[in-house]
């Protein structure tokens, strides 16, 4: 895909995600009254040293919200949280695949992150992100991997 399509199919994805965007922007404005710090990282505009919530990092549409000072960081997987081991993954690739996902599904990632199991190793939303951060390919949570995969 060409660098002007896919801006395009951006622009469209984040028009898209913009109801979620909207919710991150008031959520961080707050932040940076109470001394969080904005920048932009991963696809998204990011709020650091957010002061409330908790802990870790949240992506409401092209919106993080990040409770620590990068998105550098690291931190283990859902499955790992969950079974034990040791991947871990740096949470702003993880929380850019959160962003891939609200531009494609919009109002309705939402909905479907909670049908799916909300925030649990369970959720293939999370599933895909962990893979995604792990491998650089995979942020599209369907179909499911095979069981024998990792997350």
């Not at 932040?31 to 409401?60: E, I, K, M, N, Y």
């Not at 034990?84 to 993880?94: A, E, F, M, S």
């Not at 599933?127 to 095979?146: I, L, S």
Request: charged residues 15%; aromatic residues 12%; proline residues 7%.
């Amino acid at each position: 895909m060409n660098r002007f399509l896919l801006g395009v199919v951006q622009g469209i994805g984040a028009v898209w995600a913009s109801p979620y965007t909207l919710a991150g922007l008031v959520a961080g404005t707050a932040a940076l009254a109470l001394g969080a710090r904005a920048t932009f990282s991963d696809g998204a505009l990011v709020f650091h040293h957010v002061p409330f919530g908790p802990g870790g990092a949240l992506t409401l549409g092209n919106v993080i919200l990040h409770t620590g000072k990068s998105l550098d960081e690291i931190a283990p997987t859902y499955a790992c949280r969950a079974h034990g081991g040791n991947d871990c993954v740096r949470i702003g690739d993880h929380e850019r695949a959160h962003v891939y996902q609200y531009m494609v599904l919009g109002p309705l990632f939402v909905p479907l992150y909670f049908a799916f199991g909300g925030v649990s190793e369970a959720n293939r939303f999370e599933q895909a992100a962990d893979r995604y951060a792990m491998t650089g390919r995979g942020w599209w949570p369907w179909p499911k991997p095979p069981l024998s995969a990792k997350p």
